[in-house]
């Protein structure tokens, strides 16, 4: 779309240049008819033989192709014209072409237009107005259709790039739906983006060492899938360990809301694979020191679903996927990938996005410095009710203020909050990283 776009609107430039180009070659001609018609005119008019001006005026433009000339007189009224532009409507769109010249729209035509006043021997006695078409380039008409194949291309490029990123994630969900068969033979093919081999790699050395239990496959993929979030992270030094703080986090919650040990594993399992997903987002949009233009966001936006994809495909690991899946909606419904609203969205995913949120403000970043801690819970607070679940927000913000927990504020948080409230407060967008 944004290629169609691109397209669409340098054909236009391009085009606007070709006229303006026309528009400046035919600017000696337009002053030598100006010029030629008020002397005409001046002299036709003082000897009293105006009528004749017309006959004059349709002689004269039977050398001059494509123009049109208009005479009237200083109350506007017309003395005489000839050519098909020539009845006086104004232009639309005028633009500057030359010292006196300008360009402008009319009937769909784009036209050159000057003039000049006809000084007679003691005053003046009107106007000269000539006008020309100027001829569109042919390809003009093509451009729409130009566009949105330009546009049809870029998409199927981008789609054919993904499926070739993601080539291999059939063949590992493959490998893991023949253990729930207890097909241990099974070998995925190491093919697609690096971080698909490695996980493909990571697979078939798991599938090497597994024996029997069900207990213990769960584990072999669990560990699996947890080597493929580490990798991610090891990518970037300033992004290791996020998975984990969020994970704590987010139990920290939990069992504020009285979990029990099987939710609460559940929880903990989707904080700690919930940026999975991040293996098919390219290394130039993943590891990008500063911030992301619109089409690299959009491609940072697929993670959720990927990592669901990845996650769901595991047996008994559907709740967690949930978690992956939903850990960038909002409270309001404007986030991703689903676009859902409120109660809507998994309680997990809802406690997952504001530990992965806090996480990201308060630690350093290879595009950002690390917000004190107290800055961060204002912003919490700030985007409560839109980004965020408002009840919750008010159970982790109640928690660190009081001490409690991981990375909450401290005795000496006197000192940070005066860092925060004298800081600027930037908009929370780059935890969608």
């Not at 169609?4 to 528009?23: N, R």
């Not at 001006?53 to 017309?78: C, I, M, N």
């Not at 068969?181 to 190491?190: D, G, I, M, V």
């Amino acid at each position: 779309m944004c290629t169609g776009i691109l397209v669409y609107f340098s054909g236009l430039f391009l085009a606007s240049v070709e006229l303006d180009k026309q528009a400046r070659g035919l600017e000696a001609q337009a002053f030598d008819l100006i010029q030629e018609t008020a002397r005409e005119a001046v002299s036709r008019i003082e000897r009293g033989s105006v009528n004749s001006l017309d006959g004059w005026l349709r002689v004269r433009l039977a050398r001059e192709a494509g123009w049109s000339v208009r005479v009237v007189d200083t109350q506007g009224t017309a003395l005489a014209a000839a050519g098909p532009d020539s009845e006086g409507e104004p232009l639309n769109r005028l633009l500057p072409a030359g010292e006196g010249l300008l360009v402008g729209s009319l009937n769909n035509n784009r036209l050159l237009e000057g003039g000049q006043r006809i000084q007679g021997t003691l005053a003046t006695l009107g106007s000269v107005q000539v006008r020309s078409r100027l001829s569109r380039p042919v390809w003009i008409s093509s451009l729409p259709g130009i566009a949105c194949v330009c546009s049809l291309i870029s998409f199927l490029l981008v789609w054919g790039w993904l499926a070739f990123l993601l080539r291999g994630v059939k063949g590992i969900e493959a490998v893991l739906d023949g253990v729930v068969r207890e097909e241990f033979w099974r070998r995925a093919h190491e093919t697609g983006a690096e971080e698909i081999r490695i996980l493909a790699r990571r697979v078939n050395e798991a599938m090497e060492s597994l024996t029997d239990g069900a207990v213990r496959v769960r584990q072999v993929y669990l560990e699996t899938a947890l080597a493929l979030t580490r990798t991610v992270e090891a990518k970037d030094r300033y992004t290791s360990g996020h998975s984990q703080r969020v994970a704590r986090y987010a139990v920290e919650m939990g069992e504020m809301l009285g979990f029990d040990e099987k939710r609460l594993e559940t929880l903990r399992l989707g904080a700690l694979l919930h940026d999975i997903g991040k293996v098919a987002v390219p290394d130039s949009v993943l590891l990008k020191p500063g911030p992301l233009d619109e089409e690299e966001f959009e491609l940072m936006k697929r993670h959720p679903m990927a990592g669901d994809k990845v996650l769901s495909a595991i047996p008994g690991l559907r709740d967690v996927a949930d978690v992956a899946r939903s850990h960038h909606e909002k409270w309001d419904g404007s986030g991703y990938p689903l676009q859902v609203a409120g109660d809507a969205i998994p309680l997990e995913g809802r406690i997952v996005a504001i530990a992965d949120a806090y996480d990201a403000m308060v630690t350093k970043r290879s595009y950002k410095k690390a917000m004190p801690l107290n800055q961060a819970l204002v912003i919490l607070e700030k985007d409560s009710g839109s980004h965020f679940d408002p009840s919750l927000v008010q159970i982790f913000v109640s928690m660190k203020r009081n001490g409690k927990g991981y990375r909450a504020l401290s005795a000496d948080s006197a000192t940070e909050k005066s860092r925060a409230s004298s800081g600027s407060n930037p908009e929370l967008n780059e935890s969608a990283r």
